[in-house]
């Protein structure tokens, strides 16, 4: 296959008529916005593509993302996400499924990467997290209408007031993930799962998922726009600036409600 475009943090591989989308920003992927765009730019292309019916979304080093790149926002302490959260539309617009395979941890925004996909394989060693509220933040990346859609209202709130970091034993058990893989990683439950979507028919799979996901992008961008507001209002109290500094200084935040 012959790309448009060449990728500075990502490559992109076929075997079939299953796509393979790597992030490549290893060990731990951070995620900003020049990844994400090119990801969605990568994901839209393949959208376009016939000889694709499902893409596996991977990458390469010791996570599958450890969150979002927050070295601006420790800098200042004020920084606004908008330049990542902007991008998440188009990625709920994608047409083709896609199965996340997470190795390591899938923390924050990489959580909310993660439950872009339609489905998710991982290992028992996987870790999954939505560690917002442990930092006296509030949800991004439209979690807080994706991890409820997919794991329940009460699994999601528990994940998210106690910023529980859980393994993928327990993320199989209240439906975070579809597959365990047997081996050290994730790679063989993926190639699996989209192997078993590749034999449907790719009309009929994108149609009836067209039908699952109505109204997905709509509400994805409307739980973007609440919790960008939420956020606002909570970088001006005390126990965000706290959160920063504790973050800086590598140690337990001392939170007061304030």
């Known amino acids: 296959m012959n790309l448009p475009k060449t990728y500075a943090n990502l490559a992109v591989t076929s075997n079939g008529n299953i796509f ?14 020049e990844m994400l765009i090119e990801l969605v730019d990568a994901l839209e292309d393949l959208d376009g593509n016939d000889s694709c019916r499902v893409t596996i979304l991977a990458s390469e ?11 601006k926002r420790l800098a200042d302490g004020q920084r606004r996400a908008t330049h990542i959260y902007g991008h998440v539309p188009r ?4 047409r083709k499924p896609i199965v996340a395979c997470v190795q390591g941890a899938a923390v924050g925004a990489g959580l909310g990467l993660a439950l872009m996909a339609d489905f998710r394989a991982a290992t028992a060693g996987s870790r999954f997290s939505a560690n917002f509220n442990r930092q006296a933040y509030s949800p991004g990346f439209a979690l807080t209408y994706t991890l409820p859609r997919v794991v329940g209202v ?25 597959r365990l893989s047997t081996s050290a990683h994730p790679g063989d439950a993926a190639v699996e799962l989209a192997t078993e979507l590749a034999r449907s028919g790719p009309l009929a799979v994108q149609g009836t998922r067209e ?43 001392n939170f007061q409600g304030r």
């Open 91 to 94: 990625l709920a617009r994608i």
């Open 61 to 71: 080093g010791k996570h599958f993302c450890a969150g979002a790149n927050i070295a």
């Open 211 to 253: 039908l699952l996901r109505q109204h997905f992008a709509a509400r994805v961008e409307a739980a973007i726009a609440e919790e960008m507001a939420l956020q606002d209002r909570l970088r001006e109290t005390d126990d965000y600036v706290e959160g920063v500094q504790a973050m800086k200084e590598r140690r337990l935040p």
């Open 20 to 33: 393979t989308v790597t992030l490549h920003r290893p060990p731990e992927n951070f995620l900003d916005e």
């Open 154 to 178: 009460q699994h999601a709130s528990w994940l998210f007031y106690s910023g529980a970091r859980i393994g993928g034993e327990d993320a199989l058990r209240i439906g975070l993930i579809d």
